[in-house]
């Protein structure tokens, strides 16, 4: 199959690199904003403009949508939904059903498939709960993120007077998960969930009280969570928080027998060193899967929760059946 | 829908008790071999006469097959794909592709929709070496079954002379288990990964010494393994070893980026307090796909890989869309 991406930041890149190394995939190119001379590929992807996409449209069989979710995947997904199969990540977990709608509409009326939300979480944990739910359908269900860096946490503290750089991580409660895999389907409040851990360059003579304070104080960011604070030095931050890791745990908590009498744990974890990267992985599986979906005749808006596994996957049928059921 | 049950051991209790707790599911009854009036069933469910079955064939949407992999399913499953839609948990893996040929002829014949092996391995497990594989192509799989017990083993150990009573739990390694989650993608031999404990019941005034040695020494069953074995009372083995907990891990390790520079950990596990009773819950919910999948007129075998996972929930789309994306 033919993949192009639009737009080229982490994810973009991500999913270049995905792409050109998967057998069945070749990428036609990249799509951007900028010109297209001033972005160097990872792996010398041709580059074009974003207006020029229109042209190609005979030459992709699914367009990886790369834009961020607060302004650009709104507009982008049912304006590029119409002319091609699309994959996007969407991840306003509350402004799916709106999302969806939208763009089920534009790929119905120029008849293609779109494939919305895909990723981790929205995506993969999804998924995993989902499919933990609809086994123990009595039980409860636990979402942790984390240990992590969130960069819309990240970027709240930027904008504070005083600080010149910052990093921040969201980290699972190690006790409120133990409570939750030991089966005891605690309640558990935002601040028992999650602690926020906080790494910040401040300018030389800045008011450290008060920025710490500040930042505590946030409200919706940290207010409603444990947060410490850790003033460093730019090299110090360059060195040791340059990545962009993330993670976290689905666990379902359910029971079964005449009377709830057995006790069951399904847990699925995330370890990743790089999520725009693990993010983009997805994304070009679920492209795979679009490409079939649209050779089979399906038409419309689809999410994660309508796609085969089998779909997902380079192998046939038969070899997916003899090697990993 | 209208499900029944065919062959009515731990498995088929486990299906009686999730099916008649399901909101959308109806039990029929339960199918047996033995004479009706002997089975005393979980929740009151009607039992009939397995040679019965073929007058309720207008009265069943979906018939779970109950049965053992060894010699029940690959007859029941082919026999009864014909005139039923049918689920079974048929998993002796090397003979899947021969049971699937089988069961697919069956349906298509009679225009039906089979799924086999469901469960949780085959079945959960093998969904997500799929997952797993798909989203990272570039790394390695490894599954790691219990701590949990092996009814095979037990049996193996009881057919020994001497033996009264016996239990076999199959125990992952935790140092092996530690290396793969920290991305170190080691070879593993069988020795490596698994343990076996057993704890045995023996004849008054059997040699002990004996008893271990043949237990250790058996082939194919724990030669390959370190085997410990605990001789204990029938009181305590009663006390302590009744239950039927399983459970184990699906753990994919790979790499992304130019160079591969960034490691991922994804990690699937259950720890299940009764082994039957939670593949009977995956049964139910894959019950209630094949029921959607032939109300969409789709034919033949399926497998897990073939099941969009919304066909899993009795909740819509735009329900699933709303609350678990």
Redesign the interface.
């Given at each position: 199959m033919k993949i192009a991406i639009y737009g080229y930041g982490n994810l973009g890149r991500?999913v270049e690199?995905?792409a050109t190394?998967?057998p069945d995939c070749e990428v036609l190119g990249v799509f951007t904003r900028r010109s297209p001379d001033s972005v160097k590929t990872?792996?010398n992807t041709r580059v074009f403009h974003c207006n020029d996409i229109e042209k190609y449209k005979e030459d992709i069989d699914v367009l990886i949508i790369c834009g961020g979710s607060a302004t650009d995947l709104p507009k982008m997904s049912p304006a590029l939904a119409e002319s091609f199969n699309i994959v996007d990540s969407f991840d306003t977990?509350a402004d799916?059903?709106t999302h969806?709608a939208a763009t089920d509409t534009a790929a119905r009326t120029g008849g293609h498939v779109a494939l919305i939300?895909a990723g981790w979480d929205?995506g993969?944990f999804?998924?995993?709960?989902?499919?933990a739910?609809?086994?123990?359908?009595?039980g409860s269900d636990y979402t942790f993120w984390g240990k992590g860096v969130s960069q819309g946490h990240s970027d709240a503290i930027r904008r504070i007077d005083g600080v010149l750089d910052a990093r921040q991580y969201t980290v699972p409660v190690e006790t409120a998960l133990d409570k939750v895999?030991a089966g005891e389907n605690p309640t558990l409040s935002t601040r028992e969930k999650h602690t926020r851990e906080c790494y910040v360059v401040a300018e030389k003579g800045a008011d450290l009280a008060r920025i710490e304070r500040e930042i505590k104080e946030m409200p919706k960011y940290f207010a409603d969570y444990d947060t410490t604070v850790n003033f460093i030095t730019q090299q110090e931050l360059d060195e040791k928080h340059k990545g962009i890791p993330h993670g976290g745990f689905v666990i379902r908590s359910g029971s079964?027998?005449?009377n709830g009498?057995?006790?069951?744990?399904?847990?699925?974890?995330?370890?990743?060193?790089?999520n725009p990267?693990?993010t983009?992985?997805?994304l070009v599986?679920f492209a795979?899967a679009v490409d079939k979906m649209y050779r089979r005749g399906e038409r419309g808006c689809k999410?994660?929760?309508?796609?085969?596994?089998?779909d997902?996957?380079?192998l046939t049928?038969?070899e997916?059946?003899?090697t990993?059921?």
């Open positions: 991500g690199i995905a190394a998967a990872a792996c977990h799916i059903p969806f939300s929205p993969m999804s998924l995993n709960r989902l499919y739910s609809a086994i123990l359908p009595n895999r079964t027998g005449v009498e057995n006790k069951h744990i399904i847990e699925y974890s995330l370890k990743l060193d790089s990267e693990f983009a992985s997805v599986a795979r999410t994660v929760f309508d796609v085969a596994p089998s997902l996957s380079p049928p038969d997916l059946r003899r990993m059921l």
